[in-house]
């Protein structure tokens, strides 16, 4: 499968570093808040933890070949799922593929915060001493491969295209890495992005150490749920 003459896997990279870029940019130029601990130590440990969702997610799928994008295919060549039995125009399929895997990712975040062993899991996100781009990757091993069964469930019963997969998991990732990053976006412009996407200032308070702030705003792509 290629996007732009990409490979699957050089296409979401180069976007998720494309993204990354720019948002380290925008935080050096344009900070929301003043960094209290250095950026370096900081990325060190969160990259670090990023190779060891990697180093997992290989071990796991290499004993156990289940991706989201795998599913899909699987999903597809069986006739699996909702838009599998459906006559809908392309451009249907992939908007209600997007919008309802974007809620089942919000309703994972939801129980990883409700359900005691799962929050020891996502606590590690939560845990980083700062905000910023990289705080986006600061996830345990084991939640990232909790999330790829989740989603693969979900698509198992939804029978999206693969190539709608691959778009939304890149828009998740980037959206992940924007929302997270520490630069200051204009609140006229704010105001109008988060009526539908999450925003910096929006997912900020989801990182607040009081709980019942923690325990809001649930989404990293869409602001509707």
Sequence with gaps: ??????????????????????????ETWLPRRERR??????????????ISDFLAVAAVTFVIPVTAVV???????NGWG????????????WLIAIVVLDWVIWAQ?????KIPILWR??????????????????????????SIFVKSAAIV??????A??????ALVNGSAIFNHANFNLPRPLDAVVRALFVTPDMHRVHHSVHRHETDSNYGFFLSIW
């Design 1 to 26: 499968m290629e996007f732009f003459g990409l490979s699957e896997t050089a296409f979401r990279l180069g976007l998720f570093a494309s993204i990354f870029l720019i948002m380290a940019i925008l």
């Design 37 to 50: 601990f250095t950026r370096s130590r900081r990325w060190v440990a969160n990259i670090g933890i990023l």
């Design 71 to 77: 599913t899909a295919f699987w999903a597809s060549a």
């Design 82 to 93: 909702l838009l599998n039995l459906l006559a809908l125009p392309v451009w249907a399929e």
């Design 109 to 113: 975040h939801l129980i990883t915060h």
């Design 121 to 146: 899991l996502h606590r590690v996100h939560h845990s980083d001493v700062e905000m910023d781009a990289t705080t986006a990757v600061r996830f345990h091993p084991l939640e990232i491969i909790f």
């Design 157 to 162: 019963l939804l029978g999206p295209a693969a």
């Design 164 to 169: 709608a997969v691959v778009v939304f998991e």
